[in-house]
């Protein structure tokens, strides 16, 4: 019974290359959401997605941040033309369709460090 | 957004000393957790915990949700318990998380 899986564990970038995090659901999840956590705080809210379809991303960066969930296969986040500041460390959770509970459950996460 | 506060930010605890982790919260919310991250950076799901009582070995965790606040105890800590307490709430889907109480238990 997998929880939620994410690769790779560990991203080093150059400046200005293109980052890919991926995250895989648990089974029969379908909600999906990414935080970001930079050194020392909490976790913040990126974007909410569902298969298809962005529900909520009040909390990505307007440039260079964007994030997909195709019908096959895993979630991406996908980071353009990537700046120091965007070393951290980004985890994925997923939570089920019924209403009846929200509760998230959080993979891994991705340290990506750009140098 | 919601506002998430954790006391205390840090606490270091003798092995089999008992503590209380608060989180004050700003608003209504429909889900509250409390996770661990360890030292690997890992989060881990403690409790799920909207409103009320629940128990799980050592730990323990209440909210008390018309007075916006959650409580996790923590009884007869071990070395392993060490690392950050994060307390997330939600009104929708997204979470807002605290700063954490940073747990060091010396043996």
């Known amino acids: 019974n997998a929880g939620v899986m994410q690769n790779p564990r560990h991203l080093v970038r150059r400046r200005g290359q293109e980052a890919r995090l991926r995250c895989s659901p648990m089974?029969?999840?379908?909600?999906v959401y990414w935080y970001r956590q930079l050194p020392e705080e909490g976790l913040k809210f990126m974007v909410y997605?569902?298969?298809?379809?962005?529900?909520?991303e009040s909390g990505m960066p307007k440039e260079r941040f964007s994030a997909e969930f195709p019908k096959e296969g895993p979630s991406i986040l996908r980071i353009q033309q990537v700046v120091r500041g965007d070393s951290a460390a980004y985890f994925c959770?997923?939570?089920?369709?019924?209403?009846?509970?929200?509760?998230?459950?959080f993979g891994p996460g991705t340290r990506l460090t750009v140098l | 957004g919601i506002q998430v506060e954790q006391s205390p930010p840090d606490l270091i605890l003798q092995e089999g000393a008992n503590s209380t982790l608060r989180c004050n919260f700003s608003?209504?919310?429909?889900?509250l957790q409390w996770f661990h991250q360890n030292p690997w950076g890992q989060l881990i799901n403690l409790f799920y915990?909207?409103?009320g009582t629940k128990q799980n070995g050592r730990l323990s965790a209440t909210t008390v949700a018309t007075e916006r606040y959650s409580l996790l105890y923590i009884s007869s800590s071990q070395t392993t318990d060490s690392g950050v307490y994060f307390c997330?709430?939600?009104?929708?889907?997204?979470?807002?998380f605290g700063t954490g109480t940073s747990l060091t238990v010396i043996p």
């Open positions: 959770a997923s939570s089920p369709p019924n209403a009846g509970s929200n509760e998230q459950f």
């Open positions: 089974k029969g999840h379908s909600h």
């Open positions: 997605l569902q298969k298809e379809n962005i529900i909520d």
């Open positions: 608003d209504s919310v429909n889900n």
């Open positions: 915990i909207p409103s």
């Open positions: 997330a709430v939600a009104t929708g889907n997204q979470f807002y």
